[in-house]
């Protein structure tokens, strides 16, 4: 019964959520789409954690892309072999989920440390710090420690292939049984912060300024 909740049920739950939250916020509560910088509060600890978090994370989310969307029969049929695949995924990979989750680290302590910054900030604002947090702890406690403790485990056989079916509306949760636990923690945590994406400061990810490339010189005058 467990198994189908979390592998059948909730996704679908988390997409009604992401999709029609979205939708609300849009209607009713465009306005307030913003990252509300504390820019003015404290600098550096800001600039620094938020350089190395938005770089990883594009990074992360690009190959969290193509692992779980490209089959591994695509990339076998364009001559790159598993073992390459694994080497670079998990080398690159590695690097830019480290950076992220520093840039993380770096953020979450100054919000919760840093007395004005905290009393600036919104009890969701505080959960989506440690939500991201911990699961991007989860994310490099798969690569780095379950990988290697489960030689014979590959989630391009297992995790992609189940996600994929999310959006053929066929979902096999049996695919998801023998993933190892961080496996499963980091997907279920994951689930939390797109479930809770709509209604946070996370959708400013969605308000990016492309106006601002082409917009006219603005004139200040002493």
């Known amino acids: 019964m467990w198994n189908n909740f979390l592998w059948v049920v909730l996704p679908y739950l988390v997409l009604a959520s992401f999709v ?3 939708i609300f916020r849009y209607r009713y509560d465009h306005f307030t789409v913003t990252a509300k910088s504390s820019e003015m509060i ?9 350089i190395l978090f938005h770089i990883g994370i594009i990074f992360v989310v690009g190959g969290h892309f193509i692992g779980l969307v490209i089959p591994k029969t695509w990339t076998e049929a364009v001559g790159i072999s598993e073992h390459a695949y694994h080497i670079v995924a998990v080398g690159i990979g590695s690097v830019f989920g480290i950076m992220a989750f520093v840039g993380m680290f770096l953020l979450t302590f100054r919000r ?5 910054v905290r009393m600036t900030s919104s009890i969701m604002d505080i959960i989506v710090n440690l939500t991201l947090l911990f699961t991007l702890f989860l994310g490099m406690a798969s690569t780095l420690i379950a990988n290697p403790a489960n030689p014979g485990f590959d989630y391009r056989e297992s995790i992609s292939i189940w996600f994929r079916q999310l959006f053929l509306f066929q979902p096999d949760a049996s695919l998801m049984a ?4 961080f496996f499963q923690l980091h997907i279920i945590s994951a689930f939390l912060i797109f479930a809770l994406f709509p ?7 969605w308000s990016v300024p492309l ?3 082409k917009r006219s010189y603005i004139i200040y005058r002493r």
């Open 42 to 50: 404290e600098k550096k600890q800001l600039m620094i954690g938020s």
């Open 20 to 22: 029609f939250g979205h």
């Open 112 to 116: 919760l440390s840093h007395a004005r």
């Open 199 to 205: 209604y946070t400061r996370l959708v400013h990810a």
């Open 178 to 181: 023998n993933v190892p636990v």
């Open 211 to 213: 106006t601002y490339l």
